[in-house]
């Protein structure tokens, strides 16, 4: 069943599987392009050794059932390799729910594939080339965070030549091309301590996972301020609440104004075939077009200029294009149902 489980998932393209108790049984779904889609029922015995074998496999403490746990391993399917990431969280019903994270370990999308906008790419590629600053990404769960940062240190590290060394819990997909670094607190490598130790290895771009807390924050400016160029993501609504919450982890307004070269908000939709109006597959009619793609909201120059005043409460006669806005111009080019915008702009 476990391996049943995995197989249908990834053949699904989901990006994770649930395991969750109910009052008389446990419900597996999976996450497929931020939609929670519903798979089966499975009776509670079941269940619990269907979890247990996942924690053993990830080398989890199987007896532990109290406590939330992580983990991870690796299977090979159809010669690729998947990194799966284990999470177990203790509920109400005194049973376990477990999350599984599934990681193609592909380590990146061609640049054309990116993004529904080309555009779009022009101008993260354009943020690339600056020497030094923070460039930050945000978006919910499944948005393509993950595949947009390899993506583009990957080119950094191909294309531009440039020294590039990450900071991740965990490492979700290698990349003979960067030096990547693994959070291992047991270890004594948090971010904070792991950010230290690689602003002492002469990188030229650094990726962190994740910003999290004020210390991680602190030393992602102090890296930007010293002459390399950051990138990562940060939890946040929309790009320009991610200048909010910089300030509320402490950073100084100054120290935002000289380090923040870009931010982007982004969601993965499906796309549609602009002439057929069917979902776009193997057998589309256009070759090039792509299933899914993100969309993106950039802030950059004069647009988050504006963002950061209005952070700062001051007034501004002008506005900048949101993410709606390129939402609804995919509708009126017809890559994007209704239904998928209306999704999206209900969330917003």
């Not at 994740?210 to 950051?230: C, F, M, N, Y």
Request: some cysteine.
């Amino acid at each position: 069943m476990a391996d049943q489980l995995l197989k249908e998932a990834f053949q699904n393209g989901a990006s994770d599987i649930h395991v969750i108790p109910k009052s008389s049984e446990y419900f597996v779904q999976i996450r497929k392009v931020g939609t929670i889609l519903p798979q089966r029922k499975i009776p509670y015995e079941e269940g619990e050794r269907l979890i247990s074998h996942y924690k053993f496999k990830a080398s989890m403490d199987i007896g532990e059932r109290r406590k939330p746990q992580s983990g991870s391993y690796s299977i090979q399917y159809k010669h690729q390799t998947l990194s799966l990431r284990i999470s177990t969280l203790p509920t109400s019903h005194a049973k376990e729910s477990l999350v599984i994270r599934i990681l193609p370990q592909r380590t990146s999308v061609p640049l054309h594939q990116l993004s529904l906008y080309p555009s779009s790419v022009n101008k993260l590629l354009s943020l690339l080339l600056h020497a030094h600053g923070l460039l930050l990404f945000t978006g919910p769960t499944g948005s393509g965070k993950s595949t947009t940062l390899y993506t583009l240190v990957h080119y950094c590290s191909q294309y531009l030549k440039r020294n590039v060394i990450t900071l991740e819990d965990p490492v979700e997909k290698q990349d003979d091309g960067l030096l990547q670094v693994q959070v291992n607190e047991k270890a004594g490598i948090t971010y904070s301590t792991g950010l230290r130790a690689i602003l002492r290895h002469d990188p030229d771009i650094i990726m962190i996972g994740e910003i999290r807390d004020k210390e991680t924050a602190e030393i992602a400016v102090q890296a930007a301020l010293s002459g390399h160029l950051v990138l990562s993501t940060l939890h946040s609504r929309d790009a320009k609440g991610s200048i909010y919450r910089l300030l509320e982890l402490g950073i100084q307004w100054h120290e935002l104004q000289q380090t923040i070269v870009g931010v982007t908000a982004q969601r993965l939709v499906r796309l549609y075939c602009p002439i057929c109006g069917e979902e776009c597959n193997e057998n589309c009619i256009i070759d090039s077009i792509k299933k899914r793609a993100s969309v993106y909201e950039i802030l950059s120059g004069e647009n988050l200029a504006i963002a950061l005043k209005e952070a700062k409460g001051e007034e501004v006669s002008s506005r900048y294009k949101k993410i709606k806005d390129f939402l609804k111009k995919g509708v009126a080019l017809g890559f994007i149902s209704e239904k998928e915008y209306k999704k999206w702009i209900h969330e917003e």
